[in-house]
């Protein structure tokens, strides 16, 4: 019966030892994949850059008139396909250097201002997000192809200042926001070319 009992302990105890082995070897693993999270995020750059083309059948002129006026924007934006519940307000001014609009959604809100329009080159805009926390630069430009034809490109620049973490959302902004850009300038285009979206 002795034998029995010791048996058992020593069995319970082996048991014990692996367990507890097993569980050391977890969070040591856990830690250092931590550590190593935290210093890659440290060490990778903060800016990026998202950009996407597409050519459009008509002249500079027409594509120039649709991406001037934030009023037009609203119909070939992307923005409302993504997060459906949101809802953009237009500043006082709509076209031209100074136009403006600001939207709010389940998504985050934001806004923009134009800071550079030329009719034969294209949009530039500041964009905020988060309350103004984040900014980004933005620009739709032009080149003609032929007299009928033009290559629009959307592109937006900026940094993600999150601390550890900034790096690794930085890597992700192309595959966020690419699409969004590449529909909204199929919509864009389809617009122009066919008078509707």
Do not use: C
Not at 99 to 112: I, N, Y
Not at 118 to 140: E, T
Request: proline share 4%; hydrophobic share 45%.
């Amino acid at each position: 019966m002795t034998l029995v009992i010791a048996t058992e302990f020593i069995t319970m105890a082996v048991h014990h030892d692996v367990w507890t082995s097993f569980v050391k070897i977890i969070l040591k693993s856990v830690l250092v994949l931590w550590v190593i999270v935290l210093i890659v995020g440290f060490m990778l750059p903060k800016e990026y850059e998202v950009s996407r083309s597409i050519i459009i059948n008509a002249d500079v002129a027409s594509v120039h008139a649709y991406s001037e006026d934030l009023e037009l924007w609203q119909q070939w934006q992307p923005w409302q396909d993504a997060d459906p519940t949101v809802k953009i307000e237009l500043g006082p001014i709509t076209r031209g250097v100074g136009a403006s609009q600001a939207w709010r959604g389940e998504g985050g809100d934001g806004e923009l201002l134009f800071t550079q329009v030329q009719p034969n080159k294209g949009i530039d805009y500041d964009v905020w997000f988060n309350g103004k926390q984040d900014q980004a630069k933005g620009f739709l430009t032009y080149r003609a192809i032929s007299n009928e034809e033009t290559e629009v490109t959307w592109t937006m620049t900026g940094a993600v200042q999150t601390p550890i973490f900034g790096g690794y959302l930085a890597l992700m902004m192309d595959n966020m926001v690419g699409p969004s850009f590449q529909l909204g300038l199929f919509k864009l285009r389809s617009l122009i070319e066919t008078g509707q979206v």
